[in-house]
């Protein structure tokens, strides 16, 4: 080995020496009890699973036995049971009462125990089996989808309520005082909001009047309350009833036209929005029930809201149509013109997207108001596409003909008011719906036939280019009959009807010919297909009337054949005796 060579491993050697110094050194002054991992004691591990406090509650007398508050669900249902009890200095044991004075917390805890249990009671709904049994309060998911599943944590929401345009939370925190165990306990900061949502939700005006008696709980409600809430429902269903009759009269006093076929079409949303408002103002300044009574009325009442404005949103788009229709189409028909047709189609069309947003808008409205569907939130999502798989099986005959309607408002194959020929049948398009059409037939029925269905079939559009129509009008007649007379008595006859158009384009031919009669056709427009119809009947009858009364000669007629006589070779002409007379030839040349 070269010197150079020595000289490098000893420098080698003794930096690997400096460096296991230095880090031993390093490790001896880390404090006892740290981890490797991020240097993290276990201290600092356990406080994130609980608040460290000196002292708890020295105000308070010591704990009784019912009091258990190892889980976030005993801690809360033993402060349940205690309060339903009116053991109010046992359940105050159930708050951290550490913003108190001591000397106020015993007096002070009750009360506010007291008024706590009566927000827990009338303003959320709350389903002690739905909080967490574990000490910790680990989120259990088997699946390990939840992001925080497993670990623990020390602060859970318990409700989350408003009051005087602000939102208070109520929230159970896990604390530990010295060695002791940790416990779960309403937060200060809670426990300081509990005067101002007692204002909100504590005991209506009404309840000072309820004899103590009728205050027992009987399931889930008190007494009083099954007795009240089906008052209360029968009062705003009255409500409900004379706002419904007080806007019929309305509707006959206002002036015929939109106003009033307006005010007669939301008699019935009109009073479910007045029995909605009417029972909220009750809610809010009158009488209050428990949260399981209050939650239910509340999203009825929402559901109500919703419906009420937008079915009156949806009345008011269809009056507007209404006198659209009536001021610029009038009959739906297809004497109007083309362009009028198309709007009217346009605003049928019109008409459904805003159906369609309506009830969008509506749907996210309720679903964004009922506190239900936020628990949902994630269990919706997740299975979205199994819901779009099973909606789109269940209702693939209903989307393919809403979007058969709009592929048909959209490309204008036919219009309202188009006279087309359907399945042998002449029929005026009256309305396209969304999976249905209606059409009227020419006798006044109606036919309502699925949007698929029709635009899977041929169809003929009789009014797609104009209302025009040309008819065809033919007669059979004796081959000596003279065509030019009956020509000029077509001409004549069809220059008198009011709807046939265009009398330059007035003709008549013979078409047909056979060894007994021949084929006079007449040609004429008319001005719509069922004028063309009644245009053609009117002429031809009057065109029979004339060969009958002038010419009956001209009528087709059988011809039998009594001699084999050929004028045309010079045959003498032989006369054939009619069928079933016996000849007597012998005798006469005898």
Same mark, same amino acid.
């Given at each position: 080995?070269?010197?150079?060579?020595?000289?490098?491993?000893?420098?080698?050697?003794?930096?690997?020496? &400096?460096?296991?110094?230095?880090?031993?050194?390093?490790?001896?002054?880390?404090?006892?009890?740290?981890?490797?991992?991020?240097?993290?004691?276990?201290? +600092?591990?356990?406080?994130?699973? #609980?608040?460290?406090?000196?002292?708890?509650?020295?105000?308070?007398?010591?704990?009784?036995?019912?009091?258990?508050?190892?889980?976030?669900?005993?801690?809360?249902?033993?402060?349940?049971?205690?309060?339903?009890?009116?053991?109010?200095?046992?359940? &105050?044991?159930?708050? !951290?009462?550490?913003?108190?004075?001591?000397?106020?917390?015993?007096? @002070?805890?009750?009360?506010?125990?007291?008024?706590?249990?009566?927000?827990?009671? @009338?303003?959320?709904?709350?389903? /002690? %089996?739905?909080?967490?049994?574990?000490?910790?309060?680990?989120?259990? +998911?088997?699946?390990?989808?939840?992001?925080?599943?497993?670990?623990?944590?020390? !602060?859970?929401?318990?409700?989350?309520?408003?009051?005087?345009?602000?939102? =208070?939370?109520?929230?159970?925190?896990?604390?530990?005082?010295?060695?002791?165990?940790?416990?779960?306990?309403?937060?200060?900061?809670?426990?300081?909001?509990?005067?101002?949502?007692?204002?909100?939700?504590?005991?209506?005006?009404?309840?000072?009047?309820?004899?103590?008696?009728?205050?027992?709980?009987?399931?889930?409600?008190?007494?009083?309350?099954?007795?009240?809430?089906?008052?209360?429902?029968?009062?705003?269903?009255?409500?409900?009833?004379?706002?419904?009759?007080?806007?019929?009269?309305?509707?006959? #006093?206002?002036? !015929?036209? /939109?106003?009033?076929?307006?005010?007669?079409?939301?008699?019935?949303?009109?009073?479910?929005?007045?029995?909605?408002?009417?029972?909220?103002?009750?809610?809010? =300044?009158?009488?209050?029930?428990?949260?399981?009574?209050?939650?239910?009325?509340?999203?009825?009442?929402?559901?109500?809201?919703?419906?009420? /404005?937008?079915?009156?949103?949806?009345?008011?788009? +269809?009056?507007?149509?209404?006198?659209?229709?009536?001021?610029?189409?009038?009959?739906?028909?297809?004497?109007?013109?083309?362009?009028?047709?198309?709007?009217?189609?346009?605003? =049928?069309?019109?008409?459904?997207?805003?159906?369609?947003?309506?009830?969008?808008?509506?749907?996210?409205?309720?679903?964004?108001?009922?506190?239900?569907?936020?628990?949902?939130?994630?269990?919706?999502?997740? %299975? &979205?596409?199994?819901?779009?798989?099973?909606?789109?099986?269940?209702?693939?005959?209903?989307?393919?003909?809403?979007?058969?309607?709009?592929?048909?408002?959209?490309?204008?194959?036919? @219009?309202?008011?188009?006279?087309?020929?359907?399945?042998?049948?002449?029929?005026?398009?009256?309305?396209?719906?969304?999976?249905?059409?209606?059409?009227?037939?020419?006798?006044?029925?109606?036919?309502?036939?699925?949007?698929?269905?029709?635009?899977?079939?041929?169809?003929?559009?009789?009014?797609?280019? %104009?209302?025009?129509?040309?008819?065809?009008?033919?007669?059979?007649?004796?081959?000596?009959?003279?065509?030019?007379?009956?020509?000029?008595?077509?001409?004549?006859?069809?220059?008198?009807?009011?709807?046939?158009?265009?009398?330059?384009?007035?003709?008549? =031919?013979?078409?047909?010919?056979?060894?007994?009669?021949?084929?006079?056709?007449?040609?004429?427009?008319?001005?719509?297909?069922?004028?063309?119809?009644?245009?053609?009947?009117?002429?031809?009858?009057?065109?029979?009337?004339?060969?009958?009364?002038?010419?009956?000669?001209? #009528?087709?007629?059988?011809?039998?054949?009594?001699?084999?006589? +050929?004028?045309?070779?010079?045959?003498?002409?032989?006369?054939?005796?009619?069928?079933?007379?016996?000849?007597?030839?012998?005798?006469?040349?005898?």
């Amino acid at each position: 080995m070269t010197g150079n060579g020595a000289w490098r491993l000893w420098s080698i050697l003794a930096v690997m020496a &400096a460096a296991i110094v230095i880090s031993g050194a390093s490790l001896a002054q880390m404090p006892q009890g740290a981890v490797a991992n991020g240097g993290e004691s276990e201290s +600092d591990s356990e406080e994130r699973e #609980w608040f460290p406090l000196d002292t708890l509650n020295d105000g308070l007398d010591a704990t009784p036995d019912a009091v258990r508050r190892d889980t976030p669900r005993e801690s809360i249902r033993s402060f349940q049971q205690l309060t339903d009890q009116e053991e109010y200095i046992s359940a &105050a044991h159930v708050l !951290n009462l550490s913003e108190l004075d001591a000397a106020e917390q015993s007096q @002070r805890g009750a009360e506010l125990a007291r008024q706590l249990a009566e927000i827990l009671r @009338r303003g959320e709904w709350l389903d /002690v %089996s739905d909080l967490p049994g574990r000490q910790d309060a680990a989120i259990e +998911d088997p699946s390990g989808q939840h992001p925080q599943a497993g670990e623990p944590r020390r !602060n859970l929401e318990l409700a989350s309520l408003e009051a005087k345009g602000d939102t =208070y939370d109520i929230r159970l925190a896990r604390y530990r005082v010295d060695e002791e165990d940790p416990i779960w306990l309403i937060t200060p900061d809670s426990v300081a909001s509990i005067p101002m949502l007692y204002e909100e939700y504590g005991p209506s005006l009404l309840e000072a009047y309820i004899p103590e008696r009728f205050k027992t709980s009987f399931g889930r409600l008190q007494i009083w309350e099954w007795i009240a809430i089906p008052v209360f429902l029968m009062l705003i269903g009255l409500v409900g009833w004379g706002v419904y009759g007080l806007v019929g009269l309305l509707s006959q #006093w206002f002036p !015929n036209g /939109v106003p009033s076929i307006f005010a007669s079409r939301i008699r019935g949303p009109m009073a479910f929005l007045i029995m909605a408002f009417v029972a909220q103002s009750l809610l809010d =300044y009158v009488v209050s029930f428990t949260a399981v009574a209050t939650t239910f009325i509340r999203i009825l009442l929402i559901i109500m809201i919703a419906w009420g /404005v937008g079915t009156i949103a949806l009345r008011l788009v +269809d009056t507007i149509l209404l006198k659209v229709t009536r001021r610029m189409v009038g009959e739906i028909d297809d004497t109007k013109p083309k362009d009028e047709r198309k709007l009217l189609t346009t605003l =049928y069309a019109v008409r459904r997207i805003i159906i369609l947003i309506t009830v969008a808008a509506v749907s996210v409205y309720v679903l964004s108001q009922i506190p239900l569907f936020e628990t949902l939130g994630m269990s919706l999502l997740a %299975s &979205a596409s199994v819901l779009a798989v099973l909606v789109g099986i269940a209702g693939q005959a209903v989307l393919g003909n809403i979007l058969s309607s709009f592929q048909l408002s959209l490309a204008k194959p036919i @219009r309202i008011g188009d006279l087309v020929m359907f399945e042998g049948q002449w029929c005026y398009v009256e309305g396209i719906f969304y999976t249905f059409i209606r059409l009227r037939s020419w006798d006044e029925r109606r036919l309502i036939v699925p949007v698929t269905y029709f635009v899977s079939k041929p169809f003929e559009n009789l009014s797609v280019k %104009s209302a025009k129509m040309y008819r065809t009008l033919e007669l059979v007649v004796h081959l000596s009959a003279d065509t030019q007379v009956i020509r000029e008595k077509f001409l004549e006859y069809a220059k008198e009807e009011d709807n046939v158009v265009e009398h330059h384009r007035l003709c008549c =031919y013979v078409t047909g010919q056979s060894e007994r009669a021949q084929t006079i056709s007449c040609y004429l427009m008319a001005s719509d297909p069922f004028a063309g119809w009644v245009a053609e009947m009117n002429i031809r009858e009057r065109l029979m009337a004339f060969i009958r009364d002038n010419h009956p000669e001209w #009528w087709p007629r059988e011809v039998v054949v009594l001699s084999q006589h +050929d004028i045309t070779k010079g045959d003498e002409p032989q006369v054939r005796p009619p069928s079933g007379v016996e000849s007597r030839g012998g005798e006469a040349s005898e």
